[in-house]
Structure formats: structure tokens, C-alpha cells
């Protein structure tokens, strides 16, 4: 079974501060993804990364940015983070066409 | 523009009886199709994909869907359904490249 490992079910970050969100899969898969799910505006594609640094603007980029250094890993930066950043935050991944898996999400507070 | 409808918001249905959440899909092309279950605090997990050949699709927790072109649809069916399927079902759809398209999902209480 794919495995999606968030490092954090739960964070509370300040206004401002610089936040990373990691993720990590276990099945070779060459993409990857950040989603936001928000209540009443569904699943909206952040950043997606289709091999190791490379990366492609998804939905809702502006506020954030991504790095791939290695294949398993994909890191969503919040430069500075602000109020309405304050959401669940999914990742995954996927073999071509094949369907996501995703991890269990990070819920995000910013205060 | 490309989009996915989920009807209906929330369902409520006895266990014991049986389910059908509906779906339809507006592309140029046929899509490949999916469903998505997500439980509270959890992630989204793969229920079951359409790419081509049989309507009929057979996905895990014996979940499945029925792909019919003339109607734009792909509807998830149960023919019984457990408490612990209560949990939030989004349809999805993709071209096969990076963009997947979620429905609003449809949440479902199963009552006693």
C-alpha cells in the first residue's frame, strides 16, 4: 500500500513566521502534490512537482512556494505566513494517471 | 469549462439499505473518473477509478460505480450500507495529466 506520511496532524504558527509542511512517499512515485481544502471551496491544487526540482504552479500558488529535492520528499513553504492561510492541507501523490494518495493532512492555524 | 457536480450536499440513509451518490462530469473528452472517501481528520482515500472498457467498476469496502456516457455520469452505489461508511465522498475527474477536478463532495450520515 502507498504510504503518504505528513510530518505534523496539527500545527499553530503566528503571523508572519515562515512555515514548512513536509511530506513524504514511499512508492517511487514521480508526482506529488499540495492541495488546501477549505469548507465550501472543496480541494484547490497549490503547487504540483512532476519529477525532483521541478515544480509547476497549481490553482492558488500566491503565498507559497514548494521544494523537491529528493523523489519521496515535497515541502510546502509559507513564506509568511498570514490569517487566511489557516486551513487543512493535503498531500499527495501519484503513478501517472493512476489516481492520488494522499496523506492525512496538516491542520494549519495561523494566529 | 471542465467541472464535476455532486447534486447533493449530504445524504442520510439507514444501515442496512442501500446508497447511490450521484456524479456528473462536464469535459470535451471522456475523462478517467474517480472516487474519493474521506473520513473526519483524515485524508482523501481512492474508493474505486474509471479509464475505459467495463461501466461497471468494482472498488474496495465493496463500493461501486457505474460509468454511462449518455448521461455524463458516475454514480456511486452501495448495496448496503455500514455505519462506518459515514464520511464524505468526493467524484473526481482528470485528463490524465496534472489537474485533477473535484466535485463539492456529498456527505453521508447513516442512521441507526
Known amino acids: 500500500d502507498v504510504k503518504v506520511t505528513q510530518s505534523s496532524r496539527y500545527l499553530v504558527k503566528r503571523t508572519g513566521e515562515k512555515v514548512f509542511l513536509e511530506c513524504v512517499q514511499d512508492?517511487?512515485?514521480?508526482?506529488m502534490f499540495w492541495y488546501r481544502q477549505d469548507p465550501g471551496l472543496g480541494l484547490r491544487l497549490i503547487y504540483f512537482s512532476y519529477d525532483v526540482k521541478m515544480k509547476e504552479k497549481g490553482d492558488i500558488p500566491e503565498g507559497y512556494s514548494v521544494s523537491r529535492e529528493k523523489k519521496e520528499r515535497f515541502s510546502l513553504i509559507l513564506e509568511s505566513a498570514s490569517t487566511n492561510q489557516t486551513s487543512m492541507y493535503l498531500c499527495?501523490?501519484?503513478?501517472?494517471?493512476?489516481?492520488?494518495?494522499f496523506g492525512n493532512g496538516t491542520r494549519l492555524t495561523v494566529t | 469549462a471542465q467541472s464535476v457536480t455532486q447534486p447533493d450536499i449530504h445524504i442520510t440513509v439507514s444501515e442496512g439499505a442501500s446508497l447511490e451518490l450521484r456524479c456528473n462530469y462536464s469535459?470535451?473528452?471522456?475523462?478517467?473518473l474517480f472516487w474519493y472517501v474521506q473520513s473526519p481528520g483524515q485524508g482523501l482515500q481512492l474508493l474505486l477509478k474509471?479509464?475505459?472498457?467495463?461501466?461497471l467498476v468494482q472498488g474496495i469496502k465493496g463500493f461501486e460505480a457505474e460509468f454511462k456516457r449518455s448521461q455524463s455520469s458516475f454514480n456511486l452505489r452501495k448495496p448496503s450500507v455500514h455505519w462506518s461508511d459515514a464520511a464524505e465522498y468526493f467524484c473526481a475527474a482528470s485528463t490524465g495529466g496534472f489537474k485533477t477536478i473535484f466535485g463539492a463532495g456529498t456527505r453521508l450520515f447513516v442512521k441507526a
Open positions: 512508492m517511487d512515485h514521480e508526482n
Open positions: 499527495a501523490s501519484s503513478f501517472g494517471p493512476q489516481g492520488l494518495h
Open positions: 474509471y479509464f475505459s472498457g467495463d461501466t
Open positions: 469535459y470535451g473528452a471522456t475523462p478517467y
